[in-house]
């Protein structure tokens, strides 16, 4: 475990507003029984019944691997939540009733809230159910470094809330401490397992700014020149003064120390608009990043000017670095000055940084693109300079034993990585190549390092002599078996403890104490939902084949989870293996629906999402398990109303990362021929009833195949960008701006060629959808564009839902949409005119 990892009832007709009930705000976890939003469509009960099924919980190990809580996560809230009001401010979604972060970090999707929690303890496997704080939203669980509490927010009527917990199940609130989680983290533990570093409300901080057309004034942006930059970044931007008046309300914290146990709280400094805090390893300093003015109306909070310092804990400042307003970053690039500043795991207060020795920009020619810098408490002297890395640097993993660290950076021009071990103590010692691969490798891929939670709560690779552990996904030609070995640093030779069996699907979690006897791991099967396993390692195997665990092991469930659907496990799944016509190795997952006979042909939907590789030996590495537990949710729920699967279809985009895009349309053809030929040539497909579906990118690939193939009879392409002209400085792996590319934009942008559509398309959006590169508009135009060339097609746009479909009764409309749509063009479909 590291720290640092997608109705209404007439064609054309536009869902554009729901009338929402008088309901009051209900929790989060009360599921699909909440009252119920009007003006929705429902799909069949077989399919209710699994949309509004518990969600197996998933597991956060304590720090002392005595102990785990057990999370299950409401999958679907209300759109009471997902309609709760809140304000788009500089990159982040804020409701301004209680501060809470409105989106998640990314802000493709709704945060998520806890549905139920217990404790477990790993030695006598007993499971204690931990009541959740009643009418809240509880997440942002995390544990003490001792591993005897854990703390989480509660968002109530009122405040977000801070709460503990202990593994005797008991819970309770700390003091009245109202958090603000707009920017960054808002609560962290110290090193000594009593004390919470946190960013507070301020006091008396009074009502927020008057909005009103007097409060706006201009609108001004400048630009300076200086070439290409990344346009990107304008997600939810800032519009006016009163927006820059409300940020800077809405985003200003206290800091503060609270005890855990009293709630006594410790005010540290003026309130500020504080995005980054944490602790150093010894508990004495804190890394702040303070955003100051003036804001920006063309980028977010992340780039805006801001001052890194350390504070001590009167909010006495050493100031680092005081930068300006990132507005100018090149495409693909990152911002000057230093940047990534984070603590030193292993030393009480060390922080370590990078800055980029070419501007930023990859298309410099330079001996290196970054330096990487060191700084010791009371940071006064120069910083020391222990790395200079050829690419770009992606950042330093710390190990147990003092000086030891892997370095990694990254090519993104040729999609490659390497990594370094380093001594930072002793700069003289030249970094030895570790690992040197390419990114888009899978098979040979060695893995992650396994890292602990140190008794100061930093996190660091775990060491034992010469030796650390990693932990990867085991890909193969038969499918994922995640594996952990035991690596050599000296020798740089590996040895395989544990890999997943061919008939499951298990995974390394941690080590359950301070030996390396025995696992902990995470393991499912088809039939079978995940549970937490302890296995303990035996004898050597000898003459252990190529790849194969060289050690016995046995295992003991600690966990009893039940199955949720069980009415699911009818449906069988198999991984398919095939070739694209010039030669590419590809795979997809084929389901078919309960009560399948074999050699029957069915009708069918392919399922895929376009990557992009920079050679065709990774674009053919197989990916993805048979023996995962499967679960239904969006397109695959269309399994229960008879429809086979071609799920996670391979569609590599294959060339030269910096054109690539070139041959997309040809690929992206040749592709999905592939795989319905192989999909009718196992007996199970019907090749006159396929239909495609894709989010995002899989979106601008479903309405491209509807638009340049005959192989489907209808698409769903569910919040997709279909005009790339609309994004001109890039897309994916695109870095070419619309200027240096124009043919490139205008091929692989089905909004051109909607003339061509004659395969019903139908078009779903979420109203408030952030991501820059698929706002709403683009599928309001593209259904302009094929309705006024006389194609069959269906846009409904689900209110308040952004990039990723949140709410039940969003989840309920879609289930509802794809399946009319698919039975009417694909499973009813008039038979085609024999060719």
């Known amino acids: 475990m590291a720290p640092s990892t997608f109705r209404v009832s007439r064609i054309a007709l536009v869902l554009t507003a729901v009338l929402l009930s008088t309901t009051t705000l209900a929790s989060a976890a009360d599921g699909p029984a909440s009252e119920r939003v009007s003006g929705y469509d429902l799909p069949p009960q077989y399919v209710l019944d699994v949309l509004h099924a518990p ?21 679907y809230p209300s759109m009471t939540q997902v309609a709760e009001p809140f304000l788009k401010l500089a990159g982040v979604r804020v409701e301004p009733r209680t501060r809470r972060k409105h989106d998640t970090a990314g802000g493709y999707g709704v945060a998520q809230c806890a549905q139920t929690l217990s404790v477990v303890d790993i030695a006598t496997r007993h499971e204690t159910p931990i009541a959740l704080p009643a009418g809240g939203c509880a997440d942002g669980f995390t544990w003490s470094a001792d591993g005897a509490s854990f703390a989480f927010r509660n968002t109530s009527r009122d405040a977000v809330e801070l709460w503990t917990g202990a593994r005797d199940g008991s819970t309770h609130r700390v003091g009245d401490v109202r958090l603000n989680p707009m920017l960054g983290s808002s609560h962290r533990w110290a090193p000594d397992g009593k004390t919470l570093l946190v960013k507070l409300v301020p006091d008396n901080i009074g009502a927020p700014p008057a909005a009103g057309a007097a409060a706006e004034g201009p609108r001004i942006q400048e630009s ?73 109306y063309s980028v977010t909070y992340g780039r805006f000017a801001n001052d890194v310092e350390v504070w001590d804990h009167t909010g006495n400042a050493t100031p680092l670095a005081k930068l300006p307003i990132a507005d100018h970053v090149p495409i693909h690039g990152v911002p000057t000055g230093p940047r990534d500043h984070e603590w030193r795991a292993t030393e009480p207060a060390t922080l370590v940084w990078a800055e980029a020795l070419d501007g930023g920009d990859w298309k410099t020619t330079v001996p290196a693109r970054d330096k990487v810098l060191m700084q010791s408490a009371p940071f006064t002297a120069n910083p020391v300079e222990i790395a200079r890395t050829e690419q770009r640097y992606e950042g330093i993993d710390w190990s147990e034993r003092r000086g030891v660290a892997l370095l990694q950076e990254y090519d993104d021009n040729r999609h490659w990585r390497r990594t370094f071990l380093i001594d930072a103590d002793h700069t003289e010692t030249k970094p030895r190549l570790i690992w040197d691969l390419s990114s888009d490798e899978s098979y040979n891929d060695p893995g992650q390092p396994v890292y602990r939670i140190l008794p100061n709560g930093q996190w660091s690779i775990r060491q034992k002599g010469d030796t650390i552990f990693l932990s990867g996904g085991g890909a193969s030609t038969a499918g994922d078996r995640p594996f952990l070995d035991s690596f050599d640093l000296r020798t740089g030779k590996s040895r395989r403890l544990f890999r997943s069996s061919k008939d499951a699907f298990e995974y390394f979690v941690s080590f359950p104490n301070d030996s390396t006897d025995a696992l902990l791991t995470w393991r499912q099967t088809p039939s079978e939902p995940p549970n937490l396993m302890l296995r303990t390692l035996g004898a050597p195997v000898p003459n252990a084949p190529t790849g194969e665990a060289t050690v016995a ?167 997709g960008a279909y005009n790339k002209t609309l994004t001109p400085f890039g897309f994916q792996n695109e870095s070419r701006s619309v200027w240096n590319a124009q043919d490139v934009y205008l091929k692989v942008s089905p909004y051109f060629f909607a003339n061509k559509m004659k395969a019903p398309l139908l078009l779903v959006h979420g109203s408030d959808d952030a991501n820059p590169g698929t706002t709403p508009l683009q599928s309001e135009q593209l259904f302009q564009a094929v309705r006024g060339n006389g194609g069959v097609v269906r846009l409904v746009m689900l209110p308040h839902e952004p990039h990723w479909y949140a709410s039940m009764e969003s989840n309920e409309q879609l289930a509802y949409e794809e399946l009319r749509w698919f039975d009417k063009y694909v499973k009813n479909a008039e038979p085609r005119p024999q060719k």
């Open 55 to 75: 969600a197996p919980p998933r597991p956060i190990l304590s720090p002392t691997r005595g102990s785990a809580l057990l999370v299950s996560w409401v999958q």
């Open 553 to 719: 092991s046995t295992a003991r469930a600690i966990t009893q989870i039940p199955d949720p659907t069980p009415a699911v496990r009818a449906i069988k799944k198999r991984l398919v293996t095939y070739k694209r016509k010039d030669g590419v190795e590809l795979s997809f997952t084929l389901y078919t629906p309960p009560g399948y006979k074999e050699g029957t042909r069915v009708p069918a939907i392919l399922y895929a999402y376009p990557l992009d590789y920079a050679n065709s030996k990774t674009a053919g590495q197989v990916s993805g398990s048979e023996q995962t537990f499967t679960r239904l949710g969006d397109y695959r729920l269309l399994l229960l109303s008879g429809y086979a699967l071609i799920d996670n279809a391979a569609f590599p985009i294959v060339g030269d990362p910096k054109k690539a895009y070139d041959t997309y349309i040809d690929q992206l053809v040749d592709d999905a021929q592939a795989a319905v030929d192989k999909a009718v040539e196992l007996g199970v497909v019907d090749r006159d009833r396929i239909g495609v579906t894709g989010h995002s990118h899989g979106a601008l690939m479903t309405a491209n195949l509807v638009a340049h193939t005959d192989l489907f009879r209808a698409g769903v392409a569910t919040s």
């Open 224 to 296: 300076s020149g200086g070439g290409e930059f990344s346009t990107y970044e304008a997600r939810d931007t800032l519009r006016n003064q009163a927006d820059a008046a409300l940020f800077e309300y809405y985003g200003t914290s206290q800091l503060a120390l609270v005890d855990a146990a009293g709630g006594a709280v410790t005010r540290i400094g003026a309130p500020a608009v504080l995005s980054d805090v944490s602790l150093s390893p010894d508990g004495e300093h804190i890394l702040v990043t303070s955003i100051r003015k003036p804001y920006s």
